[in-house]
C-alpha cells in the first residue's frame, strides 16, 4: 500500500504514515461532491454563511493544536503558524460578510427592458495545494469557493496530510453538510481522475511550474477552468530618497518569513547605486537578529526548510551564482534542513539567483546605476507574481508600479495577501486571481439575463 509520511524538518522524525485511497474510495468522494453540490447550491447565502463562521470559530477555539501540526509537518517556528490560522479564520468571515454583495445581479444597459448578468455556482472545485502555507492556501480557496454555491474537493501536498485532514475535520466541526469539502489522500493519478468527473468543473494550483502545467493540461484536455498560482522571483526596489532602515528591515522580514519559503517573498533586493552600501549596511543588522532553531522553542526567528532536499536545492543555487562572481556577506550554513538565513551580494543578470525562484532565507543584492534602469532589471524575470518599491515621493512610486510587470506592487509596504485584495500573477508565475471580489468571480457561472417586451 502506498502512504504519505509526514517528518518533522526540524530533525527528520516521522510523525505519521497515511495511506493512498483507491480508485473505489475516490469514486466514493465523487458521489459525495454530486450530493452535497446538490444541496448546497440551492440554499441561501446567509445559510452558508454560518458554516463559514462557524469554521472561523473552530480556527480560533483551536488556534494552537492547528498550529502545533503545521509546524511539526512543515517546519514554521510556532508563532507564524498561529498567524496563519488566523487569517484563515479571517478569510472565512470575509466571505461569509460579503459573498452575497459581490455576487449580486450586475444591472447593464443594454437596450432591453431589462438585461442583467446573475452568478450561479458551478459544481465541485478541485484544489492542489502545496505545503508552504498547508492551512492558508486551502482556506483562501476554499472560502470563497464555499459561499459561491460550490463544493470543495482538496488535494493537499503528500508532506502536509495531517493538515488536510485537520482542515476536513475544521469544516465537519462547522456542520458542513456532508461532501461539501473533502480531504483527500490521492496522488498524481486520483487528480487526473478527478479532474476527468463531470462534478469537477475546475481546478485551481498553487505549486511549481512543472505542476502547474500538467493540471492545466489534464484541465483543457476536459474543457474546464483552471487558475494557477505558481512561483516567483519578486523584485524589491529602493531608490535614494527611500528609508533605507525601514527598507532593509521589511526586506528582511520579506525574505526570511516561513524560512524564506514564500512565493511572494522579496527575492532580488535591485538597489539604486546611491543607497547599496548604505542598505547592505541596514540588512546586515537586521540579519543578526534573526535565531534559528527548533520552531517549537521561544525567541526562535527562523525554522528549518520544508525537506532536506528543498535546502540543497538552494545551496546549489547559492553555489552557481558565487561561482559567477556574486558575494557571500553573510551565512551560507546548511546542515540537513536548516538553511542559515543567508546574503548574497554582486549579483547580476545571469546569475543562477537573478533568474530562478528562490525559494528559502537567501537574498540577493542587485545594483542598479539608476531607477530607470533598477524596473528593467525587476522587470528582467520570468516571472510575475509581485513586487515593492521603497521610496519617499509616492506619487513617483505610483507611476513606477505601473511599469513592474507584476500582479501587484507594494509601495513602502511588505507584499502580502489580503483577503480584501486580489492576489495573483502573470507570466509565468501564473494566471486568474483569487481573493477579494474578483476571487470568488472565478469559479461562477457569469449567466447573461436579458428581457424585452
Not at 468522494?29 to 454563511?49: L, V
Not at 516571472?383 to 507594494?410: C, M, P, Q, Y
Request: with cysteine.
Amino acid at each position: 500500500m502506498k502512504v504519505f509520511q509526514s517528518i518533522f524538518p526540524y530533525n527528520q522524525q516521522v510523525i505519521a504514515e497515511y495511506p493512498v485511497i483507491d480508485n473505489a474510495a475516490i469514486n466514493v468522494a465523487i458521489n459525495k461532491a454530486e450530493k452535497g453540490y446538490a444541496h448546497w447550491a440551492g440554499i441561501s447565502f446567509a445559510q452558508r454563511a454560518v458554516v463559514l463562521h462557524n469554521a472561523a470559530a473552530v480556527l480560533r477555539n483551536e488556534k494552537e493544536r492547528f498550529a502545533t501540526i503545521i509546524t511539526n509537518e512543515m517546519g514554521k517556528v510556532l508563532y507564524e503558524a498561529m498567524a496563519e490560522v488566523e487569517k484563515c479564520a479571517t478569510v472565512c468571515e470575509y466571505y461569509a460578510n460579503n459573498a452575497e454583495s459581490f455576487l449580486k445581479d450586475e444591472m447593464i444597459e443594454a437596450g432591453y427592458k431589462t438585461s442583467f448578468v446573475s452568478f450561479h455556482p458551478i459544481g465541485a472545485v478541485l484544489a492542489v495545494m502545496p505545503w508552504n502555507f498547508p492551512f492558508w492556501q486551502v482556506f483562501r480557496f476554499a472560502a470563497p469557493t464555499l459561499m459561491a454555491g460550490n463544493v470543495g474537493l482538496l488535494k493537499h501536498a503528500r508532506n502536509v496530510t495531517g493538515c488536510s485532514l485537520a482542515i476536513q475535520e475544521i469544516f465537519e466541526k462547522a456542520e458542513a453538510p456532508e461532501g461539501v469539502f473533502q480531504s483527500l489522500v490521492i496522488d498524481a493519478e486520483g487528480v487526473e481522475k478527478l479532474i476527468a468527473a463531470d462534478i469537477v468543473q475546475a481546478v485551481t494550483l498553487t505549486g511549481s511550474e512543472a505542476a502547474g502545467a500538467t493540471v492545466a493540461a489534464q484541465a483543457g484536455k476536459q474543457i474546464k477552468r483552471s487558475l494557477l498560482e505558481l512561483g516567483g522571483s519578486d523584485a524589491l526596489l529602493v531608490l535614494a530618497d527611500a528609508n533605507i532602515e525601514k527598507a532593509a528591515t521589511v526586506a528582511i522580514q520579506s525574505r526570511m518569513q516561513n524560512a524564506g519559503q514564500s512565493c511572494i517573498a522579496s527575492k532580488r533586493f535591485i538597489v539604486v547605486k546611491e543607497a547599496v552600501d548604505d542598505f547592505i549596511h541596514q540588512l546586515q543588522i537586521q540579519i543578526k537578529k534573526l535565531k534559528q532553531g527548533d520552531p517549537f522553542q521561544e525567541g526562535i526567528t527562523t525554522g528549518p526548510m520544508a525537506r532536506p532536499n528543498l535546502a540543497k536545492d538552494l545551496e546549489n543555487q547559492m553555489h552557481r551564482s558565487m561561482a559567477k562572481g556574486a558575494s557571500l556577506y553573510y551565512g551560507g550554513s546548511v546542515d540537513g534542513a536548516n538553511f542559515q538565513p543567508s546574503l548574497l551580494i554582486n549579483v547580476h543578470v545571469g546569475m543562477t539567483t537573478f533568474e530562478e525562484e528562490t525559494f528559502g532565507p537567501l537574498a540577493s543584492v542587485i545594483s542598479a546605476e539608476n531607477e530607470t534602469k533598477a524596473i528593467e532589471l525587476a522587470n528582467n524575470s520570468t516571472f510575475g507574481l509581485g513586487g515593492s518599491i521603497w521610496t519617499s515621493d509616492i506619487e513617483k512610486g505610483i507611476a513606477l508600479a505601473r511599469r513592474i510587470n507584476s500582479g501587484a506592487v507594494f509601495i513602502n509596504s511588505l507584499v502580502k495577501s489580503d483577503p480584501r485584495l486580489p492576489f495573483g500573477g502573470i507570466k509565468k508565475s501564473g494566471y486568474g486571481r483569487e481573493l477579494g471580489r474578483q476571487g470568488i468571480l472565478e469559479f461562477v457561472n457569469q449567466k447573461t439575463i436579458a428581457v424585452d417586451l
